[in-house]
């Protein structure tokens, strides 16, 4: 015989260079007070001011708002490889006085992202899924309690 060779040994460089070709895709979630933080964090870890254009509003404003949920997207590339970065951020939980149920639209928003994912997973059309799940989640605690 004179091939003793498969071929299925180099899958692993096979999938690893179709991966670097296309990209990764990864979602944040920053939860905390404001003030803590957060902002600061994401822009030190992944170099690149994510949040440039983003006014900030008067503590007055801050006390009347309820928990949002924004988004923001970049693409970075290092040496080749690309990153689509996603950051949930949340301003507004536990800025209230009463932060009892500042978790629940968070809990909601995770949830509907995962549900929407397995539905697009379950579908007949797999090809191009957005994957708007949350990989990671950073909780920030506040230091005085």
Same mark, same amino acid.
């Given at each position: 015989m004179a091939a003793?060779?498969?071929?299925?040994?180099?899958?692993?460089?096979?999938? /690893?260079?179709?991966?670097? +070709?296309? %990209?990764?895709?990864?979602?944040?979630?920053?939860? %905390?007070?404001s003030g803590l933080g957060k902002s600061t964090l994401i822009n030190s870890l992944f170099l690149t001011d994510l949040y440039s254009d983003r006014d900030i509003p008067p503590v007055?404003?801050?006390? +009347? +708002?309820t928990v949002d949920i924004e988004s923001s997207t970049v693409e970075i590339e290092e040496r080749g490889v690309k990153l689509k970065l996603t950051v949930v951020d949340t301003p507004g939980f536990g800025d209230s006085l009463d932060n009892s149920e500042c978790y629940k639209p968070i809990l909601d928003y995770v949830n509907n992202q995962f549900n929407t994912y397995l539905k697009d997973e379950s579908g007949l059309n797999r090809r191009n899924i957005v994957d708007?799940?949350? /990989? =990671? =989640?950073?909780?920030?605690i506040s230091p005085t309690g």
């Open positions: 003793d060779y498969i071929g299925f040994a180099n899958l692993p460089n096979q999938v /690893h260079r179709k991966s670097v +070709k296309r %990209g990764f895709e990864f979602t944040l979630m920053v939860v %905390g007070e007055s404003e801050r006390l +009347k +708002k708007n799940r949350i /990989h =990671c =989640c950073f909780y920030f």
